[in-house]
């Protein structure tokens, strides 16, 4: 099969981490008869230093013309200056609002290798932490109504929470789709002890739920939810919930696997088309030095393989190279531990490769 992939390899640790993705991808299509054609786009702090706008709208038909999207990072402290509407990080909202991507799948898994790393205490990961966060990704405040206005206290400022039917019933029936593949358990979060927008949210998921009765959903407090992602996180099976509460609790879940650096992060719509991404920033301080840890960017590579191309082998292949290659004890510096044998970001891509 040819497949075509639009590359936004992005700022800072971004086009050096999606070099060792693409050459993971580029073995994997020589291992099983593949071809993949890559068209290099800008997108945030490059794409502005170039064109003066952090999403150019050549960037956006490329993207939708292909088969698929990844993305490296964006972002740097030279461009925080910016309004908000200028900065890098608007090229991942624009992208994901022109491709209509509203499902962002976030994994959050601890190798056995790596659970020294895990800053809980080892009684609370002893059975493995394997959660998937799906996080509604074009709705809530962070693309509401916004703005500024006078009130009698002083200039006050706001963000709009609002979420529709439809938006709350897709979100809900992909987490629920993703369970029955895993291990049939969704919960809900949402803080409709207080909100509005939460109590329209959980009354739509409790109408989904009758479409899946060999899921089991329960459902927990925002609040709650995080303090219960730290107390018993092996419990978790697909976490469900909206755009800004996914954020953080995703974030928070991140921490569980050693290493921000490890995670992969995926952005689905209704069809094939996907954005693929690591969860971690451009870290700049490190940009160019061969520190960066390519691992997460990889994984994202095989999470576009299983869900934009049905490519279940191949990225299972990726997936249990990484394993390995952990398992053997090489480590990049974020995940670097006594007695390990510590790699640079192009190495720690060469032994990917090689124990694909």
């Known amino acids: 099969m040819n497949y075509k992939i639009a590359v936004v390899a992005g700022d800072g640790i971004g086009p050096e981490v999606m070099e060792q993705n693409i050459a993971v991808l580029n073995a ?198 995080s303090m219960q992602l730290i107390m018993r996180p092996t419990t978790f099976d697909v976490i469900v919930t909206g755009n800004i509460f996914g954020d953080i609790l995703s974030d928070e879940a991140s921490q569980m696997t050693g290493s921000i650096g490890m995670l992969p992060s995926a952005s689905l719509g209704e069809g094939t088309l996907g954005m693929y991404e690591p969860v971690h920033g451009s870290a700049p301080d490190i940009a160019g030095k061969d520190l960066a840890n390519p691992i997460a960017t990889i994984l994202s590579g095989a999470m576009m393989l299983k869900y934009s191309f049905g490519l279940l082998d191949e990225a299972k292949c990726i997936e249990d190279a990484v394993t390995k290659v952990l398992d053997l004890g090489y480590r990049t510096g974020d995940i670097m531990s006594e007695g390990m044998k510590q790699v640079g970001c192009k190495e720690m891509g060469k032994l990917i490769i090689e124990n694909l």
């Not at 609002?162 to 049939?184: D, G, H, L, M």
Request: charged residues 30%.
């Open 28 to 225: 994997i299509g020589k291992k099983f008869n593949h071809t993949f054609e890559y068209t290099y786009v800008l997108g945030g702090g490059c794409a502005i230093d170039k064109y003066g706008e952090p999403l150019p709208q050549e960037t956006i038909d490329v993207c939708k013309a292909s088969d698929s999207v990844l993305l490296g990072a964006v972002g740097g402290w030279q461009w925080d200056t910016l309004p908000g509407d200028k900065r890098p990080e608007r090229a991942l909202l624009g992208l994901r609002g022109a491709l209509g991507l509203y499902a962002n799948l976030r994994p959050a898994t601890l190798h056995d290798a790596l659970k020294d790393a895990c800053p809980l205490k080892p009684e609370l990961v002893a059975d493995g932490v394997d959660i998937m966060v799906v996080r509604e990704l074009t709705g809530g405040m962070y693309f509401g109504e916004k703005g500024r206005k006078m009130t009698d206290m002083g200039e006050a400022a706001y963000d709009v929470e609002q979420y529709s039917v439809k938006e709350v019933e897709r979100i809900t029936r992909t987490a629920f789709e993703i369970a029955r593949k895993r291990n049939k358990h969704v919960t809900n979060v949402d803080k409709q002890n207080v909100l509005e927008s939460s109590r329209l949210w959980r009354s739509v998921v409790l109408e989904v739920a009758k479409d899946y009765p060999d899921v089991e959903l329960d459902h927990l407090y925002v609040d709650n939810a």
